[in-house]
């Protein structure tokens, strides 16, 4: 009884890998002017201007690049791009993006502290570059194609993300994520036609299948996979990864590179985009 039952668990666990894929995700408008390989300007490009700043943000703009940044709320409800909920790391200010109205955040230097030389110098400050809007990137950068981070989770930024996206009439030129899965999937259901990258629960359930063959078993919504290299001592992103992914019409968008050895080798394996703080040596690499 034992061998028979060992035999017919083999013959279930094998007849799952010949299932075919239970979805096929249909390429996005967001995707379908894209190029060949997506240069993706972290932060909007921060190792070539303070980060998540319209300077950024135009200079990546410029030299080509899809432009990454993250998205939180002011007091007063204006969408602020911004990376940390609070105002301390590249400024002159102290405290939480979102106990800030519009006007007390447009008085911090958001140059204060980058200093792309490393030397103390901090060629950036006192030059009048302040924390922006999301709507004062998007009128800076005509034309262009975002990946936006929702990171404030309370209250929430859903609804005027949409409208956002809506009023400016670029909902196919953005995607959405974010690492709070609650908070994807609220934007998801007030904003179905804008694409969106799998949350970190989805892609622990993608990688986690993918890695023994069976990633073909897994509904996915999403139009993107954007994923570490390596993750806890895993490697994510292999030829076998890419593929499976590829197979399902899924995009892979790989961060943070900012090394060109590993952008060559992500060329290689046929990845969809490469997001990196220094898109300059991208594009020149490309």
């Known amino acids: 009884m034992p061998m028979k039952i060992a035999l017919l668990l083999a013959l279930i666990i094998g007849g799952l890998y010949l ?8 390429e996005h408008a967001y995707y379908q002017n894209k190029s060949a390989i997506d240069v993706i300007a972290h932060r909007a490009g921060h190792g070539l201007k303070p980060d998540n700043t319209v300077d950024a943000a135009a200079l990546s703009h410029k030299l080509g690049a899809v432009i990454e940044m993250d998205l939180h709320s002011s007091k007063d ?29 447009k008085l911090l230097d958001a140059g204060y502290m980058f200093d792309p ?36 989770e309370r209250p929430s930024i859903a609804r005027n993300l949409c409208k956002t996206l809506q009023d400016n009439n670029i909902e196919q030129k953005a995607i959405i994520g974010s690492f709070n899965h609650e ?27 993918q890695k023994v063959g069976l990633s073909h078993l897994l509904p996915v919504t999403a139009q993107a996979l954007q994923v570490p290299l390596v ?5 994510i992103v292999t030829p076998s990864f890419v593929k499976d992914a590829q197979d399902r019409g899924l995009k892979v968008e ?9 952008m060559v080798s992500l060329i290689d394996d046929g990845v969809d985009g490469i997001i ?11």
């Not at 990196?276 to 490309?286: A, F, S, V």
Request: proline share 7%; glycine share 4%; net charge negative.
């Open 183 to 209: 908070a994807l999937e609220e934007f998801r259901a007030i904003c179905p036609q804008v694409a969106t990258s799998m949350s970190p629960d989805e892609v622990k359930l993608f990688v986690g299948l």
């Open 117 to 152: 030389n490393k030397d103390q110098s901090y060629p950036y400050r006192e030059v009048g570059i302040t924390i922006p809007t999301f709507q004062e990137i998007i009128d800076a950068t005509p034309d262009a194609r975002y990946v936006i981070e929702i990171k404030q």
């Open 77 to 105: 409800g204006h969408l602020i791009v911004r990376h940390d909920d609070t105002v301390n790391a590249t400024t002159n200010g102290l405290g939480p993006v979102k106990e800030k109205t519009l006007e007390e955040l």
């Open 231 to 235: 993750h806890s001592d895993l490697e």
């Open 19 to 26: 299932v075919p894929p239970v979805n096929h995700v249909s």
């Open 254 to 262: 790989v961060w943070t590179i900012n090394e060109i050895s590993e």
């Open 276 to 286: 990196t703080d220094y898109p300059d040596r991208l594009k020149k690499l490309l």
